[in-house]
């Protein structure tokens, strides 16, 4: 990057105000050096070892009904293409459809470098207000959602699971999928007794492969637990996502009656609420990414 800005400045200082080519040359040279050096910035501020990891996000409805499980069902598709511009690949394990509209509740995999790293910010109750296509009255709604964000630190984890303390159970697969999902029990929901864990599978064809996917999903949140426990801020955790409804959003885009995404954290909005809904996170992951180091500095000082 030194080496790419020297010759820039090289370049700068042998052209002059007429030569169009350089100047265009110039200008899509510095750009593509600004954008190497927010990746660089942005690298280094993954301090953790699960900053490397796949993310396992979950998405729930929250406060607004059908209107909520329609909020929902964008924010996957937001998270969907944010994954998409990145060239990261998303795995659906779980998804419970709402009743009329939209999604209850959804667990997918984010997989790709940094991933965690990247999405970890994004935990917290997101607030929808706009016109609601779902109101004849075309009055402004608002909606919540719920995002959790786990490491798959799966390769790592060892946690000891004994068969006593589960309870499985198989359903038929609800979603798309064709005949088979709908004739066989293949869905599988496990339940860890002693913590009150639940987590289901449903995306593969086989009881097999639901069952052995959800295992690792159960050890994902175990593993996430006992973590919590030894830094002791279990409670913290949850006390800072809070209830997925008024006064505990982190972020909030508003359709109507103007536009803008503003993240209640870090303080950085935008106006450009379309760009966000298709994926364009880049600017509030490094806004949350240099809040979090600030804090950082700010508490070991």
């Not at 009743?99 to 991933?115: C, E, L, W």
């Not at 000891?160 to 709908?182: P, V």
């Not at 996502?241 to 359709?255: E, L, M, T």
Request: aromatic residues 8%; negative net charge.
């Amino acid at each position: 990057m030194e080496t790419s800005l020297r010759d820039l400045q090289e370049l700068t200082a042998l052209s002059d105000d007429s030569d169009a080519a350089i100047h265009a040359d110039l200008k899509k040279n510095i750009e593509s050096l600004s954008e190497s050096l927010r990746k660089v910035e942005r690298q280094a501020k993954f301090s953790e070892p699960s900053d490397r990891d796949d993310a396992l996000v979950t998405i729930h409805a929250g406060a607004g009904g059908t209107e909520a499980c329609d909020w929902a069902e964008m924010l996957v598709r937001m998270y969907e293409r944010y994954a998409e511009r990145k060239g990261f690949s998303v795995e659906i394990i779980d998804i419970l459809g709402g009743d009329q509209a939209g999604i209850k509740s959804i667990t997918f995999f984010v997989r790709g470098p940094y991933a965690y790293g990247l999405l970890k910010g994004e935990v917290g109750v997101h607030r929808l207000v706009r016109i609601s296509p779902f109101d004849a009255n075309k009055r402004r709604h608002t909606s919540f959602a719920s995002c959790d964000v786990l490491p798959d630190v799966n390769q790592e984890i060892k946690i000891d699971i004994l068969e006593k303390d589960l309870r499985i159970d198989t359903y038929r697969a609800h979603g798309a999928g064709g005949q088979h999902i709908n004739k066989t029990d293949s869905a599988v929901r496990i339940t860890h007794i002693p913590t009150g864990v639940i987590v289901a599978c449903q995306n593969q064809r086989s009881q097999i492969k639901n069952r052995e996917k959800a295992m690792q999903i159960l050890k994902i949140r175990l593993y996430e637990l006992e973590q919590d426990k030894k830094r002791q801020a279990m409670e913290k955790r949850y006390d800072d996502k809070g209830d997925i409804a008024w006064g505990s959003q982190i972020r909030s885009y508003v359709f109507m009656p103007y536009q803008m995404v503003k993240d209640h954290r870090t303080g950085f909005e935008v106006g450009q609420v379309d760009k966000v809904m298709d994926g364009d996170l880049d600017a509030f992951i490094d806004a949350y990414l240099e809040y979090e180091a600030l804090k950082k500095v700010d508490s070991a000082q």
